[in-house]
Nanobody, 121 residues
Framework: QVQLVESGGGLVQAGSSLRLSCAPS????????MGWFRQAPGKEREFVAE????????YYADSVKGRFTISRANAKNTVYLQMNKLKPEDTAVYYC??????????????WGQGTQVTVSS
């Protein structure tokens, strides 16, 4: 069974840093673009960042650009999200995803169960 397992979430103060990790199990994801999404209470899930299969191309939501960095270590089959200068509005459940389909809305993408990030002011 394919699984994406996120870790690294927690409760931190504004201005702090956290690094999220995503370690797929069941298969390698080195051929897929990988991404991070987040969902705050009462809000829709939103795109945060994406990294290409090779790791050479990245995309970010405007709200995190300059503060968050997505990277991957294919040898370790792991994807990271380094989050710096955290703000209370970054509070959300963060999900790791693998782009198996042609877009992030495709039904055959893989999703993790999420990890909670809470930023206090």
């Amino acid at each position: 069974q394919v699984q994406l397992v996120e870790s690294g979430g927690g409760l931190v103060q504004a201005g702090s840093s956290l690094r999220l990790s995503c370690a797929p199990s069941g298969r390698t994801f080195s051929n897929y673009a990988m991404g991070w999404f987040r969902q705050a209470p009462g809000k829709e899930r939103e795109f945060v960042a994406e990294v290409s299969a090779s790791g050479g191309i990245t995309y970010y939501a405007d709200s995190v650009k300059g503060r968050f960095t997505i990277s991957r270590a294919n040898a370790k089959n792991t994807v990271y999200l380094q989050m710096n200068k955290l703000k209370p509005e970054d509070t959300a459940v963060y999900y790791c995803a693998a782009k198996r389909g042609s877009t992030w809305s495709a039904q055959n993408n893989y999703w993790g169960q999420g990890t909670q990030v809470t930023v206090s002011s």
